[in-house]
Nanobody
Framework: QVRLVESGGGLVQAGGSLTLFCAAS????????MGWYRQTPGKQRVLVAL???????NYADAVKGRTTISRDNAKNTVYLHMNSLKPEDTAVYYC??????????????WGQGTQVTVSS
């Protein structure tokens, strides 16, 4: 019913920057919070950054000060811009959205993931 499509991952040198993009589409009444999580092999998926429809943000300590999450509520899109990338930022990044669908139920959706690799 709701699809999240991500783009923008790839190979980046340490110290560089990148922007991830995610768009939500489908039977959407309202997108509440949107955010990004990341996961490395053998580890749990962890929050990178989150932004509510009201504009409140939450960043993981590991990325604070070098990461910005932004949204276009009208287009149901979310961006993640990261600077000063480090090899430890290497992970699969997943878009996440808390969506109230047209039936008025609320569910959590995930994108398919996009690989970010930071070379030293």
């Amino acid at each position: 019913q709701v699809r999240l499509v991500e783009s923008g991952g790839g190979l980046v040198q340490a110290g560089g920057s990148l922007t991830l993009f995610c768009a939500a589409s489908g039977s959407i009444f309202r997108v509440n919070a949107m955010g990004w999580y990341r996961q490395t092999p053998g580890k749990q998926r962890v929050l990178v950054a989150l932004k509510t429809s009201g504009g409140n943000t939450n960043y993981a300590d590991a990325v604070k000060g070098r990461t910005t999450i932004s949204r276009d509520n009208a287009k149901n899109t979310v961006y993640l811009h990261m600077n000063s990338l480090k090899p430890e930022d290497t992970a699969v990044y997943y878009c996440n959205a808390d969506v109230t669908i047209t039936s008025r139920s609320t569910m959590l959706y995930w994108g398919q993931g996009t690989q970010v690799t930071v070379s030293s």
